[in-house]
C-alpha cells in the first residue's frame, strides 16, 4: 500500500476521533504523555515535550507497519563464484 502524507493524516484524524489517540498534560512531570490503541488492544505510548511533538509520536505509531513484519529480498538471488 502506497503511503502518502495525506493518507498519514488521515489515519491520524481518525484515531484522534474513535479516542483511540490521546496526548495529555501531566502536572506531576510536568509533561505530555501520549498514548495510542491500535488494532487488537496493542498500545503505544510514551512522553513528549511539547504537544506538537507528542502529536508527532501518535502519528508515527498509528502509520507504523506491524512489528514482526520484514521486507526480505527473495532468496537464491546470488550465484556461486566460477570454479
Known amino acids: 500500500m502506497g503511503e502518502s502524507p495525506d493518507e498519514a493524516e488521515a489515519r491520524l484524524q481518525i484515531a484522534r476521533q474513535q479516542g483511540r489517540a490521546s496526548v495529555t498534560f ?43 513484519t520484514h521486507y526480505r529480498s527473495p532468496r537464491g538471488l546470488w550465484s556461486l563464484p566460477p570454479e
Open 26 to 68: 501531566r502536572e506531576r512531570s510536568g509533561r505530555y504523555r501520549w498514548t495510542v490503541v491500535l488494532d487488537e488492544g496493542k498500545t503505544s505510548h510514551g512522553w513528549a515535550e511539547t504537544e506538537d511533538e507528542g502529536w508527532w509520536f501518535v502519528k508515527e505509531a498509528v502509520n507504523r507497519p506491524f512489528r514482526g
